[in-house]
């Protein structure tokens, strides 16, 4: 299916990142002229932009400052920006309860998560403003629609993002008819951390086991949907919406 998206400029925050690769790979493959955002990975996220012929660029944007300068900088050099795809966050470690997560790590989390994409949909949405088109696509978690135990900042921060954060911007961008703003929620995936850190049978089983598909996903299946919704010619009426990308997941299992 024509996606429309060839010649379009994507911006991708965390695009350094497991899924933040497979998403910038997808949007190459359509054609896209893709920007890698990075905040410390930058040997990555050159690498991949040259293998794309995309082009990297730094940015903090627990600054919004830099968000917008970011933003600028893109149009500037490219000529515009059509779709942005906010994806950059932080999964904070190790597991704790509630009362165990102080006042810092809460913070951090919120601002590396919450705050990054707020920061990202400010910039963006501003300069959609004044062209009077744009889609972005914000990335969220199922953590946030089921919650999780051992993360609530995490799940905090991720639950507000595809709910009062999307339904708002939705509703705030009615005035431009051009611009639709969406989310991807993606569920248990296979990323090379998660590899890393051991992807047992055990652990399989376990998050596995409310999916009506008895499997992970993969950094791909999450590109794909991000793809679907940034494309106005697959998903031009279609606005305020999450699409899980978990396998039919219905819930969490409770230690």
Same mark, same amino acid.
């Given at each position: ?32 002229? #893709?920007? #890698?955002? /990075? ?111 051992? /993360? ?26 051009? #611009? ?16 890393? /850190? ?38 031009? /009426? ?18």
């Amino acid at each position: 299916m024509e996606t429309g998206l060839h010649g379009k400029v994507v911006l991708v925050t965390g695009g350094a990142g497991g899924i933040g690769q497979a998403i910038c790979r997808a949007f190459a493959a359509e054609g896209a002229r #893709v920007v #890698v955002h /990075h905040h410390s990975s930058a040997a990555a996220a050159v690498s991949l932009a040259e293998e794309i012929d995309g082009m990297a660029i730094r940015a903090d944007l627990r600054d919004g400052k830099e968000a917008l300068s970011m933003v600028r900088s893109i149009v500037s050099d490219f000529g515009g920006l059509d779709v942005c795809i906010a994806n950059a966050g932080r999964y904070p470690t190790p597991s704790k309860p509630l009362w165990e997560i102080d006042a810092e790590r809460w913070d951090s989390t919120m601002d590396s998560n919450l705050g990054v994409t707020v920061s990202t949909a400010r910039a963006f949405l501003g300069h959609a403003a004044e062209v009077g088109r744009g889609s972005i696509v914000l990335i969220g978690s199922t953590a946030g629609i089921h919650g999780e135990s051992g /993360h609530a900042d995490y799940a905090a921060a991720k639950g507000a993002i595809t709910s009062g954060l999307l339904m708002s911007l939705k509703n705030d961008v009615s005035r431009i008819a051009g #611009v639709r703003v969406n989310a991807v929620a993606p569920g248990w995936t296979v990323t090379p951390k998660k590899v890393e /850190h051991g992807v047992d049978e055990e652990l399989v089983k376990r998050a596995t086991a409310t999916m009506a598909l008895k499997k992970l996903a993969t950094p791909e299946d999450v590109a794909s949907a991000v793809v679907m919704l940034a494309s106005d010619e697959i998903s031009g /009426h279609i606005t305020g919406q999450v699409i899980e990308v978990a396998g039919g997941m219905e819930g969490r299992l409770i230690p």
